[in-house]
């Protein structure tokens, strides 16, 4: 049996909510009591209508919420009420990736610092030699050339920013990484690539992943189990193909219909290595 790396049992998230004496409130809660379970080597997807908690329900996992209820468990260990220390030394293997690289990379430094401070600081490289080794290694596996290095995020083409974001995840080796619409600013092909480039990478590193989108189509490309989200609870869970072909619930038969399929094709995610077809070098 596979081993599980991530468990939460009856996740309660509650946002607003204040315990002062002068000024209390019980604040809205927005996950509802969810169970989650991803094993080793296993890509979930989180699908859901706008609002429905799926990112909130991802943060929470990584405990970049405060959790109102519930436990978590990862690599066997309860992180539910870890200090802040245990969490920083936790957080080393559970990477996220976020929709908008341009937002989530820092607009004032290079792509060498972007890459090589996450290494200095968790202590994983000792020096910036080997810190900028790594990190050109990575950009390599990313398919993006050296010269990127010293280039801004604006510098850089959506797709080739996407790349940062997964190389920046990638790079401290992480047994967990959490996707969070990390395509949906991009277009088609460029989407695809992305999408095999992390299905290679999640393969290669026997990487779990939590893949949020609210595009189904995307979630059946790269996902092989999915959980479905509405207002605050799981409405649905199993594999992809089975969901697909026989939704049980009649809000994932509706987000299935209300989603063109075909926008992309499995089979292209494993046809040609993604260095093969990334054009995106000529805005280098
Ligand atoms: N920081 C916050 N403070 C208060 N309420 C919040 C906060 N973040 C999210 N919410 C509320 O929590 C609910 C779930 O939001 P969440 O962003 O998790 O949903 P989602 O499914 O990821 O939506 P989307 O697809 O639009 O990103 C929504 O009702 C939202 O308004």
Redesign the pocket.
């Known amino acids: 049996m596979t081993e599980i790396l991530l468990e939460a049992r009856g996740l309660e998230v509650t946002?607003?909510r204040r315990t002062g004496l002068v000024n209390r409130s019980p604040g809205?809660r927005?996950l509802h009591g969810v169970d989650v379970t991803i094993k080793k080597g296993e890509t979930v997807g989180i699908v859901?209508e706008?609002?429905?908690?799926?990112?909130?329900l991802g943060r929470a996992l990584l405990r970049l919420v405060p959790v109102s209820g519930g436990s978590i468990r990862f690599a066997g260990e309860d992180i539910t009420l870890a200090s802040p220390e245990r969490m920083r030394a936790v957080r080393r293997r559970m990477q996220m990736i976020f929709q908008d690289p341009m937002a989530s990379l820092n607009p004032r430094h290079t792509i060498r610092t972007i890459l090589t401070a996450p290494l200095l600081l968790h202590g994983v490289a000792h020096d910036r030699r080997t810190a900028e080794e790594r990190a050109v290694a990575t950009l390599a596996r990313v398919s993006l050339p050296e010269i990127v290095l010293d280039r801004y995020p604006h510098e850089l083409s959506g797709g080739q920013r996407q790349r940062i974001g997964i190389a920046r995840a990638a790079l401290l080796k992480p047994d967990f990484v959490l996707a969070d619409e990390i395509v949906s600013g991009l277009d088609v092909s460029t989407q695809a690539q992305v999408l095999r480039l992390l299905k290679e990478l999640s393969r290669e590193m026997g990487l779990s992943m939590a893949f949020?989108s609210?595009d189904l189509s995307v979630i059946r490309a790269v996902c092989d189990r999915v959980y479905v989200?509405r207002l605050?609870e799981v409405v649905e869970e199993g594999p992809c193909d089975a969901i697909f072909a026989n939704p049980r619930s009649d809000y994932t038969r509706l987000l299935i219909n209300a989603i063109p399929l075909p926008d992309i094709d499995p089979d292209w995610l494993t046809a040609a290595p993604v260095a093969a077809r990334n054009e995106d070098h000529a805005h280098v």
């Open positions: 946002y607003g809205t927005v859901g706008s609002g429905s908690g799926k990112t909130t949020i609210h989200m605050g």
